[in-house]
């Protein structure tokens, strides 16, 4: 037994030993030259390949590696020589010779005798343990033609033990899994760990936002220790979040095979590989294995001015309903990316005085130090006058897609000084908000800005006995939802001015149901049953918004539904069709409004059969595998049948994520004495008021006020042309996402993702007391174009792939109300028009010499127009409105 014990520990000894002395990489063989023929390609298309194929190219070559020295101490401590000849290049797949760029070249001719002089000139590498520790070339080289040596040189760096570990490459500093198995190892990059220099940007929001699929993989087949073939693939896959079909897809291959051995020069002779480099060639420097970047050339390209004057006619508002305006509006943005200070405000300068909103629009989004330079440059704050360019530039800021600390302050240095428009003042403050939100999402709400803007807002209602500026800061914080405001909504929301209470509590509705406490929903209930105080019926209203959101207790929807029957008449209706759309809809709160609604004290004949014209809707406005769209109407009349609130909401969601992309809310009050009606209690002391307010894409904007006070009023109502008043006016950049990506190859791939968007919203009422008739419009006209760019560029050579989908299309909402009788007539239309779309694919390849062959193809149709299906009722009303005024 003590014989056989000895034995096995013998043998795991000896079997560790072995371990230790093998080979942690690839070994050289002294005086031997290896020669392997080697390719790399890159492909670019769509993400599922089209019929025509890929556009791309492929650079093929001999490579000859030796080895140069060898520490004694250790064999895996090696200097190797590597040498790149017989260089071709040709087309990634197969085309005719028309549409072949390549036809008829050579890689000098292609390259330039300079570049592919540097290319066939041979690098070192220093490999210690299979892994990189050195990579030696000449400083002077191109950038281009370095990072092709280090594609290659990233190919033979290997360990031949399973495991993970973090090692550099031409990728950057990533985290790699091996994995052997008997003579083949699979090296698995994980490319979301990579960290290179190169910088890029993307939407904050993830509705709006672009998705990315990578892999990179790499198969080492061995023999005798040594690399026979290495076969690496990666791949980029890009999609647009809420149109999957806007995708695009880079492919990189690499393939290098052992042709055959023959004998090499002999090793030279050193102390360390510094001294054996310097022997070698004293003009070789270690250059780093990572990819180095390169200022992008565009020869040819035209000037920004040069640009504008191009695109400007589909910038006027004649084009703003088409979709030739956001592409060319997306078109811009890049020139202007690239432009120096002077240059963009050459285009301001001169830019025609109705095209000029629309340049705002572009300089602002751009969201460069240079373009954020030119436009405080330009505008002028002071001068009321300038309110049209000065709003447009601050709504451009609120919709910024990566704003940084340097926006948010230029803002608040434009708040701490003069401005001319008490409107403008206000838009400021607001705008900050939203910006200070987009900042904290990314992580930067202790930056001293973002934080000096928190204190201002946060303190800033309590500040001020000034009903407007209060407003303001309320919007500001309802903007930046911020926890911190919670306590200073649930404040306000229990305010005895109106105007405070709505927007603390449809700023509470924002929040995630996680921070609604105890104390919270107190406050909210408090409000709702008029606990303390009597309320207007539009901030009850929003205050039951938020109880059924919060995800409410048992007691809280039982509380709910026992105020029916004791509420104002028309609240009565409204809060019965806001429990049935619930039930519905299947909304969040529906469960627990099942289970209160099995007690019969609560829900009787009694209290669910109020009669009323008040009503709460959701429905869906579009269903797809990408995104769900869906819109909400609520109405809410006073006693009188005269409008109090109308809210219209539109929401997106994609994978989890929710986007509120608009919400019109039209508020009127005090207009009783008109049509000599007597008001609702709480409402009888009520300014005559009457304006609307707007949020789009998660950012609250600026009020509009129709009109204010009796006299107002009265003028309005006589000069009334039923025309609409504008809300919100431009364009918009939504989706914004650029990045350079770094193939192993040593090639990068630029990818640009845009989503533009022309949009005019207007809202307008029209009071005919002969006709004893009310009408309020919301009118939506917009277009919208998403492209997506991936594009390989060389200097010498440039291939790429674009995909694009584009869409008009416009959405109206009117409410008409006849109280010439008791009960009054209410009718509501949501009707969308007939509406096309397109989508292209463009592939396009191009060499330094100006030879260029591009393709273009695309689907177009057409989506019938359609009246979005209300309840019952009110089909049932507008037959009868109709009826009556025919």
Partial sequence: MFTLLVFL??????????????????????????????????????????????????????????????????????????????VRIDPASQRPEKKNVLHGSTAESVLGKTELAALTKPFLLHLKNGKTKAFYSYRTEPVTIKNLKRGLASLLQVQLKSGKVIENDVSGRCTVEYEAVKGQVTRTKILDTCTTAETGFTTHSQVLGVSKKSSSVTVFRLEDGFIRSAVAEETHSLAVNAHKSAAAKVVSRQTLTLAGTEAGPKGAAGKDVAAVVKAI???????????????????????????????????????????????????????????????????????????????VDAVTSSQTVASLDAMLTFLNFTDAKGLVLQERFLYACGFASHPNERMLQALLDISNGKIGSTDIKE???????????????????????VVQVKKLILEGPDSTKVESEVQMYLLALKNSLLPEAIPVFTKYAESEVGAYSTIALTALQRYDVSLMTDEVKQAVNRVYHQNRRIYEKNVRAAAADVILSSNPSRTEVTNLLLSIGNLPYEMNKYMLSKIQDILRFQLPASKIIQQAMKDMISHNYDRFAKVGSSSAFSGFMAQSADVTSTYSLDI??????ILRRSNMNIYGASKGAMLHGLQVAIEAQGLESLIAATADEGEEDLESFAGMSALLFDVQLRPVTFFKGYSDLMSKMFSMTGEPMNVVKGLILLTDHSEVIQLQSGLKASAEFQGGLAIDISGGMEISLWYRESKTSVNNRGALVITGNVTVDMDFMRAGVEVSFETEASLDFITTVQFSEYPFLVCMQMDKSTFPISEYLTKYESVSSGKSVLSRKGKKQLVPGSEFPLHQENSNMCKKVFASSW
């Fill in 281 to 359: 060639d004293a003009k070789l420097a270690a250059v780093g294995i990572v990819a180095e970047t390169a200022e992008p050339q565009c020869k040819g390209c035209p000037s920004l001015f040069e640009h504008w004057q191009r695109e400007q006619k589909q910038l006027e508002p004649a084009s703003l309903s088409k979709a030739t305006a956001p592409r060319s509006f997306l078109a811009l943005i890049q020139s202007i990316r690239k432009a120096s200070k002077d240059e963009i405000l050459r285009v301001l300068k001169t830019a025609s005085k109705t095209s000029l909103p629309q340049v």
């Fill in 427 to 449: 838009s400021v403050v607001i705008i900050m908000g939203a910006l200070v939100h987009k900042l904290c999402q990314k992580g930067g709400c202790n930056l001293p800005t």
């Fill in 9 to 86: 520990l013998c043998a795991a000894s000896c079997v560790s030993a072995a371990a230790k002395g093998g080979a942690a990489g690839p070994r050289l063989n002294n005086n031997q030259l290896y020669k392997f023929s080697y390719a790399t390609e890159v492909l670019l298309d769509r993400t599922r390949p089209s019929k025509e194929g890929s556009a791309g190219y492929r650079i093929s070559s001999d490579v000859d590696v030796n080895l140069v020295w060898r520490d004694p101490s250790s064999k895996d401590d090696q200097l190797i020589q590597v040498a790149i000849s017989n």
């Fill in 636 to 641: 809410l009349y006073s006693g009188s049948g």
